[in-house]
C-alpha cells in the first residue's frame, strides 16, 4: 500500500507541480522574415502559453517583412489568442515593415523601443510586367491587404488611416510619430521598462476584460528550439539555393560513377532538403526553367564538348535564373553567394567534360587490342613457338625478326590469341 501511494504522490508531481512553477510572461522573439517556420514557432508558443495560463504572451519582433500567406496565418492565430498578446517592436534600430505591420496591429498591445520604426507595408511583387493585368492584380493585392489592416485596426482600437498609408504609400514612422498617432500603445526603453510600463494596462481578450499584473512576472524567455533553427536555416534562400546546386551535382557525380554511393546519397539528400525549402519559399517558375536550362547544357557539355560554348550559355543562364529564383524581394539569393556557386559548379562540370574528352582520346588499355604498344620479355624462343610474357601473362608470339631468351620485345599487332611482336635494340 506504501508503494502505491508513493507512486500516486510522484505522478501527481509529474501532473501539478510543472504548472505551479509555470512563467507568468512567456516572451518569443522573431529576428527575420516572416517565413512558415515563424508562423508554426509563434502558434506552438501561444499554444503553450494558453496552456499555462499565462498572463501574457510577449513577441521581440524585428523583421524586413516577408510572405503575406505566413503573416494571415499569424494575425488569425493572434486574434484568437486565449492570452494578451503584445508585440515589441526592439532592439534600438529594429524594424516592424511590411509583414511586421500587419502582426503588430493583430496583436493586443504594441510597444516600441527607441530609434526603431514601423511601416512600409505595400504588397510586392517581382514580376516587373507593365501590364493592365499586372496592374489590375497588384491593385486587387493592395485593397485586399487594406482592407485586412483596416479591420485589424478597428478590433484593437488603432489608427487605421495611417495603416491604409503603410499599406498604399509604404509610410513609415518612428516610435514617437507611431505614439502621438495612435499606431503604438507605448514606449519602452528595455525588457524590464515594458513588463513595468504593462503593468495595470486593460485589455479586452475574448470578449473579457484583463487587467495585466506584468511588474514582478516571472518570465520564459522561449527562443526558437534547434528544430525551429534548423528548419529556419533551410528555409533561407542562400541555403536553400546551395542545398539544389549540391545535391544536382552529388547525383549527376553519382550517375557518372555508379557504385560510389556517398555523393548519391549526400545529393539526395540535399535535394529533398532544397525542396521543402522551396515549398515555403515564394519560387519564381522562370527562374527555376532557367535554373534547369542551365544545368543541361552543363551536362550536354560534359557528353558532348563545345570547347566553351554550352557552359558559357549555362552560366549566363544560371546566374539569371539565380536572380529571378524568388518573386519576393525580401527573399533573394545573394549575388556573393551565386557568383562562387556558379563558377563552381561551371567548374565541376568543365572538369568532367574535360575528363570525357580525355577519356575519348586516350590509347585503348583494355582487351586484346590493349596489348598493341606494350613492351614485354621472349619467354621462350624456338622456331613457331615463341613465348612472351607481357602484362605478366604469357602469350604465345610470332616475330620476323630472330629472338632469343631474354629479349625485349614490343607488341606490333594481335591476331586471335597470338601476338605479332618486333625485337626492341
Known amino acids: 500500500m506504501k508503494v502505491k501511494n508513493r507512486w500516486i504522490s510522484t505522478l501527481f508531481a509529474l501532473l501539478f507541480i510543472p504548472s505551479l512553477f509555470a512563467a507568468d510572461v512567456l516572451r518569443l522573439k522573431v529576428d527575420g522574415p516572416i517565413t512558415p517556420v515563424t508562423a508554426r514557432y509563434l502558434m506552438d508558443g501561444l499554444s503553450r502559453a494558453e496552456r499555462q495560463h499565462a498572463e501574457a504572451v510577449i513577441i521581440t519582433l524585428d523583421t524586413p517583412g516577408g510572405l503575406m500567406s505566413s503573416t494571415m496565418d499569424i494575425d488569425k492565430r493572434l486574434l484568437a489568442a486565449k492570452v494578451p498578446v503584445i508585440v515589441y517592436i526592439s532592439p534600438s534600430g529594429g524594424r516592424a515593415a511590411s509583414a511586421g505591420v500587419f502582426i503588430s496591429y493583430a496583436a493586443h498591445l504594441v510597444a516600441m523601443a527607441p530609434s526603431t520604426n514601423i511601416g512600409s507595408a505595400h504588397p510586392v511583387t517581382m514580376g516587373g510586367a507593365k501590364q493592365d493585368s499586372s496592374a489590375v492584380m497588384m491593385e486587387k493585392v493592395t485593397n485586399d491587404a487594406v482592407s485586412h489592416i483596416r479591420g ?35 514606449i519602452a526603453a528595455d525588457f524590464d521598462s515594458l513588463l513595468d510600463a504593462l503593468d495595470g494596462r486593460v485589455v479586452e481578450v475574448d470578449g473579457q476584460s484583463v487587467t495585466l499584473h506584468t511588474a514582478d512576472a516571472v518570465v520564459e524567455h522561449r527562443p526558437m528550439n ?108 545573394s ?3 551565386i557568383l562562387p556557386a556558379v563558377a563552381g559548379l561551371a567548374l565541376f562540370f568543365f572538369f568532367v567534360a574535360a575528363m570525357a574528352l580525355k577519356a575519348q582520346t586516350r590509347k585503348v588499355s583494355t582487351g586484346t587490342q590493349g596489348l598493341v604498344g606494350e613492351q614485354g620479355t621472349v619467354l621462350r624462343a624456338a622456331a613457331g613457338a615463341e613465348q612472351v610474357g607481357v602484362h605478366g601473362e604469357i602469350w604465345r608470339a610470332y616475330s620476323s625478326d630472330k629472338l632469343k631468351k631474354g629479349d625485349c620485345i614490343e607488341v606490333t599487332a594481335v591476331n586471335g590469341m597470338v601476338l605479332t611482336v618486333k625485337k626492341i635494340v
Open 335 to 337: 549575388l556573393s553567394v
Open 226 to 333: 534547434w528544430r525551429y533553427q534548423i528548419l529556419d536555416k533551410i528555409a533561407d534562400p542562400n541555403i536553400a539555393y546551395l542545398l539544389m546546386l549540391g545535391g544536382v551535382m552529388g547525383l549527376f557525380f553519382e550517375l557518372r560513377s555508379p557504385g560510389a554511393l556517398f555523393p548519391g546519397i549526400l545529393g539526395g539528400i540535399s535535394l529533398i532538403l532544397a525542396f521543402f525549402a522551396m515549398q515555403v519559399l515564394p519560387i519564381n517558375a522562370a527562374g527555376v526553367l532557367l535554373i534547369i536550362l542551365a544545368v543541361l547544357f552543363f551536362v550536354l557539355e560534359a557528353y558532348t564538348p563545345t570547347f566553351g560554348f554550352l557552359t558559357i550559355g549555362g552560366v549566363i543562364a544560371m546566374i539569371l535564373g539565380s536572380l529571378m529564383l524568388f518573386r519576393s524581394p525580401e527573399f533573394f539569393v
Open 152 to 186: 485589424l485596426a478597428r478590433q484593437r482600437g488603432r489608427n487605421a488611416d495611417w495603416a491604409e498609408s503603410a499599406v498604399r504609400e509604404s509610410k513609415n514612422i518612428s516610435e514617437e510619430e507611431a505614439l502621438e498617432q495612435n499606431v503604438i500603445s507605448l
